[in-house]
């Protein structure tokens, strides 16, 4: 018993540095940022690491809502277009692939959106939009309890769903359209 009460104070604690960390978030860009996702022709997603896996659930619920998605890298991923947007998930904004990446897009007319720590960043300067969660990465010395960029995963993840709330409310889905659109090879 006494183990699950230092758990649930250490859960009790991470969920504090989040609320936290929600009441100081950037996200101006919102609403230009969700009419880009819901007109996009096509939506490709990229991160590396732990914000790749956070990016690759928003990709998921984004199939739900009736989007073409594709993950960077896959290998069944296609050329990137003029019409597209490249949707990045990078806590630092210096992952050099992802910078890559940013840049292609950019040169072939796809929006580049941009979720991050670091609106400064290599990849801030050319994302045309960015979602900034105020929070500790790898790279920044921000006081956190949790490892690296644990936060920034975190409110990744609640980000996303909170766009597709927001994309659910606004656009007039429903829950049995999404279910419906889920993988039912599985």
């Given at each position: 018993m006494?183990?699950m009460?230092k ?7 991470i ?15 919102s ?36 989007k ?10 296609p050329?990137?277009?003029?019409e ?9 904004g ?32 050319i ?7 105020n929070?500790a ?22 980000l ?8 659910i409310?606004?656009?007039n ?6 279910k ?6 599985e």
């Open positions: 006494r183990q009460d758990l649930t104070g250490q859960m009790d604690t969920m504090k540095e989040l609320d936290n960390s929600i009441s100081l978030m950037d996200v101006r860009e609403e230009e940022i969700i009419q880009h996702l819901y007109n996009a022709k096509r939506i490709f997603l990229a991160g590396s690491g732990r914000s790749g896996l956070a990016i690759r659930a928003f990709a998921n619920r984004l199939i739900h809502l009736g073409t998605v594709f993950i960077v890298g896959d290998i069944t991923t050329s990137i277009e003029a597209d947007v490249l949707f990045i998930g990078s806590g630092s210096e992952t050099s692939g992802l910078i890559v990446n940013a840049k292609k897009a950019k040169e072939l007319g796809a929006v580049v959106i941009l979720n991050t720590t670091n609106p400064k960043s290599s990849l801030g300067e994302a045309d939009y960015k979602l900034v969660i929070a990465n790898k790279e920044t010395e921000v006081p956190s309890l949790q490892p690296m960029g644990s936060t920034f995963e975190q409110l990744s993840l609640l996303y769903d909170a766009i597709v709330l927001e994309w409310e606004t656009f889905q429903t829950h049995e359209q999404m419906a659109r889920h993988a039912n090879l």
